[in-house]
């Protein structure tokens, strides 16, 4: 089972910023959190992620609690082709196992 | 990153029969996975194809059903057995990034067994 809860949908108008919530209250010290989303008819993409210290990268910024318990991706100025469903996993097999999905975030941009 | 295809992108096939799914990546990678994703639904971890060595299954999956080869380190294939119209998934294949990069997909074989 994903050890990770999220909305199943949200709605961001266009340029604004989207932020996804994702709780993950079971996380191991030696866990990831991870992020991935799904364009429809598309393979997975890997987004971003991090340990315990924010991040920040071309696509997104993903902010993780100080107990590590919840995070929030954040995509600054949403586009309409950002319109995906948004998986947050969290990992600790250094590439050596599969990822678990949950349901995901069904994010929709209005334009 | 690594650049993943599969063939074929999609096909319709009658019940009983097999089909074989290619997945081809341009550099050689340790570790490759296929999953399933049935219709409105999520990923689901299908197994692990191991180079030199018999595939590793998650529960519920068997070898009977979905054979697995991985002749090399750029090459897997992931062959469905038996269909029936539940087997309609699209079925992806997957290789770990470097450096803790998350893993890369495919574009995924859209099945639909009728």
């Known amino acids: 089972d994903a050890k990770t809860t999220q909305p199943p949908s949200m709605d961001c108008a266009e340029g604004r910023a989207a932020n996804l919530p994702c709780n993950h209250s079971?996380?191991?010290?030696?866990?990831?959190v991870y992020w991935y989303r799904q364009i429809h008819s598309q393979g997975p993409q890997y987004i971003i992620h991090?340990?315990?210290n924010n991040e920040t990268n071309e696509m997104a910024s993903l902010i993780i609690t100080e107990d590590r318990k919840s995070s929030t991706l954040i995509l600054p100025h949403a586009t309409l082709r950002d319109t995906a469903v948004y998986y947050c996993?969290?990992?600790?097999?250094?590439?050596?196992?599969?990822?678990?999905f949950g349901k995901g975030t069904h994010l929709i941009i209005q334009p | 990153s690594a650049v993943i295809s599969q063939k074929p992108s999609r096909d319709i096939c009658q019940r009983g029969t097999s089909l074989t799914i290619q997945c081809q990546v341009d550099?050689?990678?340790?570790?490759m996975f296929w999953y399933r994703q049935q219709p409105g639904q999520s990923l689901t971890l299908i197994a692990t194809?191991?180079?030199?060595?018999?595939?590793?299954?998650e529960s519920g999956f068997v070898i009977d059903k979905f054979p697995i080869s991985r002749p090399n380190l750029t090459f897997s294939t992931l062959t469905v057995s038996n269909m029936s119209p539940e087997d309609s998934s699209i079925y992806l294949c997957?290789?770990?990034?470097?450096?803790?990069?998350?893993?890369?997909f495919g574009p995924g074989t859209r099945l639909l067994v009728l």
């Open positions: 997957s290789v770990s990034g470097t450096g803790g990069s998350g893993q890369y």
């Open positions: 991090g340990l315990k």
């Open positions: 079971t996380i191991s010290g030696n866990e990831y």
């Open positions: 194809a191991n180079q030199g060595s018999e595939a590793t299954y």
């Open positions: 996993i969290v990992y600790s097999g250094g590439g050596a196992d599969g990822l678990t």
């Open positions: 550099s050689q990678v340790t570790m």
